[in-house]
């Protein structure tokens, strides 16, 4: 039985965000430039607060639905980790990866939240000032693991 049925019962957590790869591409989707939210103009990974008693998944699939209208199946994460909040130690939020090269540009719709979306070179999106912070070290981390893990192969 899959994550996304089965109750959270680990420690509770504020919310989840997920980077979807496509090749060398990522998923990315520019915040709106309101001075009374988080990281405004800046751009962003789909995923945001928890609600209820949803499972870090739940979390992540209804926001990257709502903010996007693309649903995703917990098949396609390659990568989850949960990692201390950026603006507040003490909280608790959770990171996926999903590959998913047959995604298309046609199954991707601009929710009420965000100004555009845009396809980036992940690696790009890694050192650019306008992207939010803490999703440039929770993906260069990730980039950093599938590097070490390709070393030990050689």
């Given at each position: 039985?899959s994550?996304?049925?089965?109750?959270?019962?680990?420690?509770?957590?504020?919310?989840?965000?997920?980077?979807?790869l496509?090749g060398?591409?990522?998923?990315t989707?520019?915040?709106?430039?309101?001075p009374?939210?988080p990281?405004p103009?800046h751009?962003d990974l789909?995923?945001?607060?928890?609600e209820?008693?949803?499972?870090?998944?739940?979390?992540?699939?209804?926001?990257?639905?709502e903010?996007l209208?693309?649903?995703i199946?917990?098949?396609?994460?390659?990568y989850?980790r949960?990692?201390?909040?950026?603006s507040?130690?003490?909280?608790?939020?959770?990171?996926?990866?999903?590959?998913w090269e047959?995604?298309?540009?046609?199954?991707?719709?601009?929710?009420?939240?965000?100004?555009?979306?845009?396809?980036?070179?992940?690696?790009d999106?890694?050192?650019r000032?306008?992207?939010?912070?803490?999703?440039?070290?929770?993906l260069?981390?990730?980039?950093?693991?599938?590097?070490?893990?390709?070393?030990?192969?050689?």
């Amino acid at each position: 039985m899959s994550e996304a049925i089965l109750p959270y019962c680990g420690q509770p957590f504020d919310g989840a965000k997920i980077a979807i790869l496509r090749g060398d591409q990522i998923l990315t989707l520019l915040r709106d430039d309101r001075p009374d939210i988080p990281w405004p103009n800046h751009w962003d990974l789909p995923g945001g607060g928890r609600e209820g008693e949803e499972s870090p998944f739940e979390t992540v699939a209804r926001e990257l639905f709502e903010e996007l209208s693309v649903e995703i199946a917990p098949e396609r994460v390659v990568y989850h980790r949960e990692e201390s909040a950026y603006s507040d130690p003490g909280t608790t939020v959770h990171f996926f990866v999903a590959r998913w090269e047959t995604l298309t540009d046609g199954a991707i719709r601009l929710g009420a939240e965000g100004q555009a979306w845009s396809w980036m070179s992940a690696r790009d999106f890694v050192g650019r000032d306008d992207a939010v912070i803490s999703l440039r070290g929770r993906l260069g981390r990730y980039f950093a693991k599938i590097d070490r893990e390709l070393c030990r192969e050689l």
